[in-house]
């Protein structure tokens, strides 16, 4: 069995966005892949820690942060 896993990352308007828009954009996505024979598995959270930029000559540094990006699961 092979895995492919993507990044989703829904976009929707300030203020007039609303779940529906992200439901039918995973929905465009999970169907774009099925159409290449890719079965949808799950949408998975992936916690992360970006390290902290320390700038140029230590001016304008940021500290590092933890962070959750959305990962859609397929097989084959």
Partial sequence: ??????PFV??????????NHVAQQLEALINKY???????????????YV???NGCFGFG??????TTKQMVVFSK
């Fill in 1 to 6: 069995m092979k895995y492919k896993v993507v």
């Fill in 34 to 48: 099925a159409l290449e024979g890719w079965n949808y598995i799950r949408l998975e959270g992936v916690s992360t």
């Fill in 10 to 19: 829904a976009a929707i308007e300030f203020k007039n966005g609303t779940s």
């Fill in 51 to 53: 390290g902290p930029d």
């Fill in 61 to 66: 540094g940021k500290p590092g942060y933890s």
